[in-house]
């Protein structure tokens, strides 16, 4: 069974840091591109950093957020610094398996093949 399993995600005040974690299991995601997106409460999901052998943030994280990858642990991360209340959402990891291999970072959810559950990230003010 694939998996993707996101963590460290937590209760942060605004102006810290947090640094999300997301293990793959059941097959090897070396060759996939690797996205984080973002979906607060009442709002639509959303893409927030990808990686292929680019990376590509979302206008709204660029500068504060770094997405890095590790093919041996079969993982991708999310360090964010700099938290905004904003920033208070449900963050969730996925693979695309079309896209690893390339320069083309993918932004829409639906070129992403597995997702994991989420994790909840909140920013106090």
């Known amino acids: 069974q694939v998996q993707l399993v996101e963590s460290g995600g937590g209760l942060v005040q605004a102006g810290g840091s947090l640094r999300l974690s997301c293990v793959g299991s059941g097959r090897s995601f070396s060759g996939s591109a690797m996205g984080w997106f973002r979906q607060a409460s009442g709002k639509e999901r959303e893409f927030v950093a990808g990686i292929s052998y680019n990376r590509f943030y979302a206008d709204s994280v660029k500068g504060r957020f770094t997405i890095s990858k590790d093919n041996a642990e079969n993982a991708v991360y999310l360090d964010m610094n700099s938290l905004k209340p904003e920033d208070t959402a449900v963050y969730y990891c996925?693979?695309?398996?079309?896209?690893?291999?390339?320069?083309?970072?993918?932004?829409?959810?639906?070129?992403?093949?597995?997702w994991g559950q989420g994790t909840q990230v909140t920013v106090s003010s």
């Open positions: 996925a693979a695309a398996v079309a896209h690893g291999n390339s320069d083309y970072v993918p932004a829409r959810d639906f070129e992403y093949n597995y």
